[in-house]
């Protein structure tokens, strides 16, 4: 793997709350391109290490990369210097978020919620910006919920919205954090066809899920976690068929 | 139901509990499923419907309305009330001028003191310690004093510091003014109310902030949005939800509060009512007048505050609720399409035609 391929690299990164060690050595590299998805069980670190990876969370050890820059610091000789809320939030507009309770901004209508970001953060004109607003709410099938607040909308419309939030600053790369926990079952699947889409077309993405069909069909690369760590990695085919670890045996037959 | 393909593989250790509670909602649905055949059902949906009958709402209605009845008699009949005088004291132009007096002060008051309130409970939820301790200390100092002390002090300020010099400090002066010309007794006023004031709506201001979901703040934050407008554009805006049923309260506390600085022998409503009547005698009916006036100005005050409440409103429930004015014109709506339509039923049953025969 040549060193301009790589989207995300993440390198012997810990985090604790308190005594609680949440992630213990994490390393993961996501390719230009590539579609992760990482399985484990509750409390495993998931969630954590998506939210280390925009510096939502900051870490205690370890560092993580986006696009070959070092994400919440900056190098200089042979120190980092940790940046300053204004450049990390510049930093934070290259990575979509998808979060489990979709946070819709629950004052603006769904349209103001896409083209929102892109006036306030990049301050691009809001004529430019509604258009591409328009045209992604298209994208996820909400051309016609662009005047209907968030909660107005079903679980999955709202998650929908979201993502075209997300894609609306034109990210480098999209976090999903477990973005179908919070649905009904039968909403579930206009989520995932939306993210397949995405993953056809080409967009990176890091995906926290329980979804193992769709890791299956759409991941190039599956990562079980526990216990802070990641137990083992590899092609959906290899690892949710034929998984080497005990633990990840034990776990994928729970869930499957 | 394309979706329950995914459920088998779905729901890890962490969903379980979510889905097993979701999962029944849809089910209840399932379970009032249309088992009467569709014919016998297009019937039912074609029978005349009685709206439910509350007999005891109009038993409740007559007796408020005798009450009420019995209480406007009782304020007319009475000579004691002198309604002659009321009416030519109440738009007398002294009377006129404190009412305006009294109106600029719950405006300055209010309005200063929600700016400054809003500053220090910005003060108070920003990340430095410096502007957190001030702000903890001014909400301290200000709603420890009692707001008539503080009233005082600022109309004896001059006695205090009987000029305010600008200059560089314990260094030269630039040029002094005297106190009694920088702040007259109304800025005194005004200053005293709204620096009141603002104490108390830093911590309403601030606990609307903390009504608002973490959530908003961790979105606006993955997007890049910047800081300042994270709080004015997304929190704020929320937040205002809880903060203006609180404010509403404040302003018309102010709208009698204002009373208090009678002590600075400023001329507003309730002094002045009480300069006319040690002047002719009418205590009654001049204590009417400000009574009737007080109610004006927070009728005024619970208009607008309806209103706002309702343009914050947008997007917290599915649909807002009716204005009173939009109520009034749907029932007058209702009645007359429900008139309407007995006409045509009593028209359509008329010819003798059987009910069965469709």
Redesign the interface.
């Known amino acids: 793997m040549t060193d301009e391929d790589v989207m995300v690299r993440v390198r012997g990164v810990h985090k604790s709350y308190g005594a609680h060690a949440v992630l213990q050595g994490v390393d993961l590299e996501v390719r230009s391109g590539e579609v992760a998805v990482i ?1 484990g ?2 409390g495993s670190g998931k969630s954590t290490l998506l939210r280390s990876i ?1 510096h ?1 969370e900051k870490v205690d050890r370890g560092y993580v990369s986006v696009g070959g820059a070092l994400v919440g610091y900056r190098r200089v000789g042979n120190t980092l210097h940790e940046l300053k ?2 450049e990390i ?5 290259h ?1 979509g ?1 998808v ?1 489990q ?1 979709f ?7 769904a349209l103001e919620n896409v083209a ?2 892109p006036v ?3 301050r691009r004109p809001r004529k430019t910006v509604l258009p591409l607003a328009r045209s992604l709410l298209d994208r996820v099938g909400l051309a016609d919920k662009a005047d209907a ?4 909308l079903s679980g999955g419309q709202q998650q929908r919205v979201a993502i075209a ?2 894609l609306a ?1 034109e990210p480098r790369l999209v976090l999903f954090d ?1 973005p179908t ?10 989520v ?1 066809d939306v993210m397949k889409g995405l993953a056809r077309s080409g967009t990176t993405m890091i995906v926290v899920s ?5 890791a299956r069909e759409v991941a190039d690369t599956v990562y079980f976690m526990d216990d802070g760590r990641i137990v083992e990695h590899g092609p959906p085919a290899e690892l949710l068929t034929a998984p080497k670890h005990e633990r990840t045996k034990a776990f994928l037959a ?3 | ?15 379980v509990g ?2 097993a509670a ?2 029944s ?2 089910s209840k649905e399932r379970s009032e499923p249309l088992s009467t055949e569709d014919a016998a059902a297009d019937e039912i949906g074609a029978l005349r419907v009685v709206p439910a009958r509350h007999p005891w709402r109009w038993v409740a209605t007559a007796v408020i309305a005798v009450l009420l009845a019995m209480a406007i008699n009782a304020l007319i009949t009475n000579p004691a009330w002198d309604w002659p005088t009321v009416g030519d004291y109440l738009f007398n132009p002294s009377i006129l001028e404190a009412v305006r007096l009294t109106v600029l002060l719950t405006v300055l008051g209010v309005g200063l003191g929600f700016v400054l309130g809003t500053v220090l409970a910005l003060m108070r939820i920003s990340r430095s310690p410096l502007l957190q301790a001030v702000s903890w200390a001014y909400i301290w100092v200000f709603r420890s004093v009692p707001l008539i002390l503080q009233l005082l002090f600022w109309y004896n300020l001059a006695i205090l510091y009987n000029e305010i010099r600008f200059g560089i400090p314990f260094g030269p002066t630039f040029f002094g003014i005297g106190t009694m010309e920088l702040i007259p007794p109304v800025a005194a006023a005004a200053l005293g109310l709204s620096l009141h004031q603002a104490a108390y709506s830093a911590e309403i201001v601030r606990s609307g902030f903390l009504s608002v ?1 973490a ?2 703040l ?10 300042a ?1 994270q709080v004015w ?2 929190i704020l ?2 937040a205002m939800r809880s903060i203006v049923p609180t404010a509403g309260n404040e302003a018309i506390g102010m709208v009698k509060g204002t009373s208090v600085v009678y002590i600075m022998a400023l001329p507003e409503l309730f002094y002045q009512v009480q300069v006319v009547y040690t002047r002719n005698g009418r205590v009654i009916a001049l204590l009417l007048v400000a009574t009737i006036w007080y109610l004006v100005l927070t009728t005024v005050l619970n208009i607008a505050q309806y209103y706002v409440e309702r343009y ?1 409103a ?5 649909a807002l609720p009716l204005t009173p004015l939009q109520r009034v014109r749907r029932t007058v709506a209702e009645f007359r399409a429900g008139s309407a339509r007995r006409r045509a039923q009593r028209e359509a049953l008329s010819p003798g035609l059987s009910g069965g025969e469709r």
């Open positions: 399985l069980p509750s925009n939502l809320e204004r939030l510049k930093q934070r507009t990575i978020f979060f309770s946070n819709l901004f629950p004052h603006l209508t929102y970001a306030a953060a990049q607040y968030p909660r107005q939030r997300a600053l477990e926990s919070a649905l009904d079952p039968e909403l579930v699947n206009e995932l329980h979804e193992i069909g769709f729970k869930v499957l | 139901m394309t979706g329950i393909v995914f459920v088998p593989y779905g729901p890890g250790h962490e969903s979510v889905r979701t999962m909602a849809p979901d959530g908003q961790e979105a606006a934050a993955a997007l890049g949005i910047p800081r407008k554009r997304i805006p929320q914050y947008r997007g917290a429930a599915r």
